[in-house]
């Protein structure tokens, strides 16, 4: 090949050899060599003191650049003679010789003119019309126009194919997250329902613990105040004068030792008893089962007993009218149990009666208000008020947790103590404290819309 072109050479001293454009404020280093001064700063920014020349390595001092003004203008005009050459090769004429390029140089790939093809850079050179060449060369393009498409659309189907596949697996992917979480989405709703179910168990659980726990530490509670009362009537009794002390000793001696409290089901275990109820004794109005073991208000009897009759009348009992067992309860323990049941359509909650009555209480007067005083100790259900009482004098108010559809009762004769239940929660309710000193019986007493049953 020829030496290079002069104008070509001249382009290519005037760039800076960093940035490789033409210079931007030249500067000169301490080694001669030349650069833009933007150029040469970015590259010493992270030196000390000594600054290696980007060309060379060696090392110059950063105050010892000096601007190069006489570069500075040779780049002004290479830039000016670049953008002529730029115009005139967009007019299709040689930079050189401003002549039309009518001919193409094979060896260095670019179109002359006339006059280059007679100087000594091309005159060795294989030279063609410019037109000659581009069919030449159009017809090696082509050559390769095919091949290029059909790689293009191999490429584009493989690019599809791709795409596709990677389409159906994001589809795949969604549709095993969907599934994935509604999977979670289940076992959560059935581990917060196993949870709720869990903790509404344990809650009734605490709810039961803490009924039986009260009912329980009122029931000691009871047995603490009865025990008071023992202490302080025996304390009492002690202080009496001899005579008047020795006459009940004995009786006395057996209430302390007879002091013994049991939980509600042993007394159903051990103690239970299924007394019935006496017909001679009920009031006429009553309605007495034929077995005796229910009563209720509604007079059936073909039998009405005359008022003088030496057994407890009905006269005494205005509401509710009442009805007295067989079982005579003397100097043992007993208990047995009362179910209060609605009648004609009414729920449980009218006038009621139960507990017992002395043997002899038949004969007192019948305005008396039932009493131990009397020698009846019962609890009573108003219906109007909604209220139970102990039918003392005057009578203790009762305050239950939830209306009792069956009473237990448990007489310790000797003891002097006749406690109420509530036989299904095994709540207390009420504990008469006295001497008995007379046979007692079973004591019931109704008015409308409520039946008592022995069970």
């Not at 967009?90 to 003119?113: N, Q």
């Not at 599934?179 to 289940?186: E, H, K, P, S, V």
């Not at 407890?312 to 009992?317: G, H, N, P, R, V």
């Amino acid at each position: 090949m020829a030496e290079a072109n002069p104008v070509e050479h001249l382009m290519e001293e005037t760039k800076c050899p960093i940035c490789l454009d033409y210079y931007t404020d030249p500067v000169t280093t301490q080694c001669g060599h030349n650069f833009c001064r933007p150029c040469l700063t970015s590259c010493w920014a992270g030196a000390a003191s000594h600054f290696p020349c980007p060309e060379c390595r060696k090392k110059s001092l950063k105050g010892a650049l000096s601007s190069n003004r006489q570069l500075a203008k040779i780049v002004q005009i290479a830039r000016e003679f670049s953008q002529q050459a730029a115009q005139r090769q967009v007019r299709g004429e040689c930079a050189r010789h401003r002549e039309k390029l009518r001919l193409f140089c094979k060896e260095e790939g670019r179109a002359i003119c006339v006059v280059c093809r007679e100087s000594k850079e091309h005159r060795a050179h294989e030279v063609v019309p410019i037109e000659e060449a581009a069919l030449e060369y159009k017809g090696k393009l082509k050559i390769w126009l095919d091949p290029l498409k059909q790689e293009k659309k191999d490429i584009e189907e493989h690019r599809s194919t791709v795409e596709k596949r990677a389409s159906a697996l994001q589809t795949q992917i969604a549709n095993e997250k969907q599934r994935t979480l509604a999977g979670f989405d289940r076992l959560y709703q059935i581990l917060r329902n196993k949870e709720q179910m869990f903790l509404s168990q344990l809650e009734e659980m605490d709810k039961k613990i803490m009924v039986a726990r009260d009912a329980n530490m009122t029931k000691l509670s009871d047995d603490i105040s009865l025990l008071d009362k023992l202490i302080v009537e025996m304390q009492e009794k002690m202080l009496w004068p001899a005579e008047e002390f020795l006459k009940d000793v004995k009786d006395a001696l057996k209430r302390c030792e007879n002091v013994k409290f049991c939980k509600p089901e042993e007394k159903r275990k051990y103690y239970k008893v299924f007394p019935t109820m006496d017909p001679k004794t009920a009031n006429p109005s009553l309605n007495l089962s034929a077995d005796g073991r229910s009563v209720r208000w509604g007079a059936s009897r073909s039998e009405v007993l005359p008022r003088n009759i030496s057994r407890l009348t009905s006269s005494q009992y205005t509401a509710p009218l009442c009805v007295l067992g067989y079982a005579v309860l003397t100097s043992r323990r007993l208990y047995w149990e009362v179910e209060v049941c609605g009648v004609s359509g009414w729920s449980v909650g009218g006038n009621w009666r139960v507990g017992v009555a002395r043997q002899t209480a038949r004969t007192k007067d019948t305005a008396i208000t039932p009493s131990p005083a009397v020698g009846i100790w019962a609890v009573e259900r108003r219906r109007k008020q909604g209220t139970y009482q102990a039918l003392t004098l005057p009578v203790t108010p009762l305050e239950l947790r939830v209306s009792p559809k069956k009473i237990g009762l448990f007489l310790d004769y000797e003891a002097g103590r006749l406690t109420f239940y509530n036989a299904d929660s095994n709540e207390h309710i009420y504990t008469f404290i006295d001497s008995f000193k007379h046979a007692l019986l079973p004591y019931f007493g109704v008015c409308t819309q409520t039946e008592l049953k022995l069970v």
